[in-house]
């Protein structure tokens, strides 16, 4: 009986001269992308998350009244009552708290930055960014109708997770075909067992979320975005609140239309990599699409204030765009979209899930803008507006 691991070494060979010949290298291969870089990005963030969380604003019980309990404005009452009695619970020893939060987030930093710890630090990861996803930011107030994009929604703390789990170590996910080693089967999002298509996927789900969100009635309303970015500026130095200030009122008259064109954009930006088969320009354009928002609406988080536990998710949506870069594109476009590898895989659930958002879609367009949203873009905002850019972030 011949032994045919003889002949695994050569048919690896020749798959790989195969990939050569239809592909060239990308801008992930060009930069050096890898998984481990990934982690080690994420490390360096949750460390400053830890650096932020042990601020001197943070020790004192006004952590948790102005950047938890506010968190269960609006939202369904069970997540409310959730909300509210932990933050009940940590204010008498808010201080307490805060170092152990902080401890924590310095310990998942440094797990992950060596190769043995990095499994447990994700671990431990996934089950903190769940509860202050939950408790810290108020599931980024997408069940209260007042989330936006601007501000940081879906949230920082849940891309953490997702990016944590693309680039989680072991095996690599099983690929259909050669021609799937090249494109976002290629980056160091894919390296891991959950592969392209759910990189793809989270892609998908934060820039198709972002249009959906854009178009809420909240954001449609007269003045909603110039009151956004005016309130970015509380408790900002003067040359920055100044710069936004002058940059809200450039949007006082066309913030209706600029929120249907960041809507636009969003989709564009989440649904292109899905169409073709080289999505560096995708994912570029949405890293400089987030990276305005950051110095705008986000006000890079609030970390200039004193009052913020993360940078907001700009640099996460950044990272994971970087996570996503292509080490190798292939050179024809006769080359399988994921589209279309998607409508091979199941036609009835692609076209399904294209519906699902389509109505969504058009629901969250329509829905009418309430005579008290527009009321409110010329009052005051409350407390808990005014701490939105931070998205509250880590504080639990």
């Known amino acids: 009986m011949p032994d045919e691991s003889i002949g695994q070494p050569q048919r690896s060979e020749e798959a790989a001269r195969s990939i050569d010949r239809w592909t060239v290298r990308g ?34 019980s006004s952590f948790v009244t ?12 069970p997540i409310a009552w959730v909300i509210t009695n932990v933050g009940h619970f940590i204010l008498p020893d808010a201080g307490v708290w805060n ?20 499994r447990p630090a994700l671990l431990v990861s996934f089950v903190w960014c769940f509860l202050v996803w939950w408790v810290g930011e108020g599931f980024g107030l997408l069940l209260t109708g007042r989330a936006s994009p601007l501000t940081g929604a879906p949230g920082a703390v849940i891309l953490y997770a997702v990016i944590g789990a693309l680039v989680w170590p072991g095996a690599r996910a099983s690929e259909a075909g050669d021609e799937d080693r090249a494109g976002i089967g290629s980056s160091a999002a894919a390296s891991g067992p959950l592969g392209g298509a759910a990189a793809l996927a989270a892609w998908g789900a934060v820039w ?55 809507a636009i954009a969003s989709l564009v930006i989440g649904v292109g990599p899905l169409l073709v088969s080289r999505p560096t320009a995708f994912l570029v354009l949405g890293a400089a699409l987030e990276l305005v928002l950051w110095v705008t609406g986000q006000a890079f988080g609030g970390i200039l204030n004193g009052m913020s536990t993360d940078p907001n998710i700009a640099p996460l949506v950044v990272l ?15 080359v399988r979209t994921p589209v279309a590898a ?11 899930i294209g519906a699902g958002i389509a109505a969504t879609l058009l629901l969250s367009a329509t829905y009418p803008v309430a005579a ?25």
């Open 27 to 60: 801008l992930g291969g060009r930069l050096g992308i890898n998984a481990r870089a990934i982690q080690i990005a994420l490390g360096v963030l949750w460390i400053l998350d830890a650096a932020l969380q042990f601020q001197p604003a943070m020790w004192r």
């Open 66 to 77: 102005q950047m938890v309990l506010p968190n269960a404005h609006g939202q369904p009452a």
């Open 99 to 118: 170092f152990l939060f902080g401890a924590l987030q310095l310990g998942i930093g440094v797990g992950l930055l060596f190769r043995r710890t990095v």
């Open 208 to 262: 198709v979320g972002s249009a959906i969100v854009w178009l809420l009635p909240a954001n449609r309303a007269r003045g909603a975005l110039s009151s956004t970015f005016s309130n970015a500026a509380a408790g900002e130095p003067h040359w920055y609140a100044q710069f936004l200030s002058s940059f809200a009122g450039h949007f006082t008259s066309v913030g209706t239309q600029s929120v249907w064109v960041l």
């Open 320 to 334: 994971l765009a970087v996570a996503m870069l292509p080490t190798v594109v292939p050179v024809r476009a006769s």
């Open 342 to 352: 998607m409508l091979r895989w199941n036609r009835p659930t692609t076209w399904g």
């Open 372 to 396: 008290s949203s527009l009321a409110s873009t010329s009052a005051p905002a409350p407390a808990h507006v005014t701490a939105a850019p931070a998205m509250s972030g880590m504080s639990m």
